[in-house]
Structure formats: C-alpha cells, structure tokens
C-alpha cells in the first residue's frame, strides 16, 4: 500500500513539474510576443506621423500624378492611425509616446 502511494506522489510531482515547465515557456512566450507588439506599434505610429508630414507639406507640382500620390498618403496616414487606435483598444494599453502627434525635423531612415 504504501508503495502505492509513494507511485502517485512521485507521478504528481512528476505532472507538477512539467505544467510548471510548460507555463514558464509560454509565459516567455507571451512576453516576447508583448516586446515585439510594442515595437510595431511604435513602428506604425512613426510611420504615420511622417505621412502626416508628408500630407501637410505643400506640393511643388500640381499634376494628377502628384495629387494622387497625396491623396493616397492621406489615406495610408488615416489608415495607420486607425489601426494604432484599434490596437490602444483592443490591449487597453497607450501604445504611442507621451510626445503626441508632433512631427520630428528629420524623417526616419529607410533602410
């Protein structure tokens, strides 16, 4: 009898010690995942700040091709914006800098 019960102590541990494994690799999981959400949704929102820019900067030409261009700058800059709003959300978290919508002097590098 008792050598039963040392069994189902030693399989419960046993069970204890792989649940506790397998949370602490999805719990890593989860917060890999967390730091490459905030890292596209700062990406997204510089994006979007710099199309912002683009859209209010005055056009040299007035051609159909450089209207359309623009036209579709503000629609990919309303766009961003809207899915950085959604992602806000759905986390419930502030996921843009407390500096706002400002535009910076310098566009970001594309590389």
């Known amino acids: 009898m008792n050598w039963l019960l040392f069994f189902l102590l030693f399989l419960s541990l046993v069970a204890n010690?792989?649940?506790?494994?397998?949370s602490v690799?999805?719990?890593?999981?989860?917060?890999?995942?967390?730091?490459?959400?905030?890292?596209?949704?700062?990406?997204i929102d510089?994006?979007?700040r710099y199309l912002e820019k683009l859209t209010?900067?005055?056009l040299?030409?007035?051609s159909p091709e450089v209207q359309a261009a623009h036209k579709?700058?503000?629609?990919?800059?309303?766009?961003?914006?809207?899915?950085?709003i959604r992602m806000e959300e759905i986390t419930g978290r502030t996921l843009r800098?407390?500096?706002g919508r400002e535009s910076s002097s310098n566009p970001p590098v594309l590389s």
């Open 56 to 58: 209010s900067t005055d």
């Open 97 to 99: 800098k407390k500096g």
């Open 60 to 62: 040299f030409e007035n």
């Open 25 to 43: 690799r999805l719990a890593r999981r989860l917060l890999q995942f967390d730091d490459l959400f905030a890292l596209l949704s700062d990406d």
């Open 72 to 84: 579709n700058m503000k629609i990919v800059s309303q766009r961003m914006d809207e899915f950085v």
């Open 17 to 22: 010690g792989v649940l506790v494994w397998i």
């Open 46 to 48: 510089v994006n979007a």
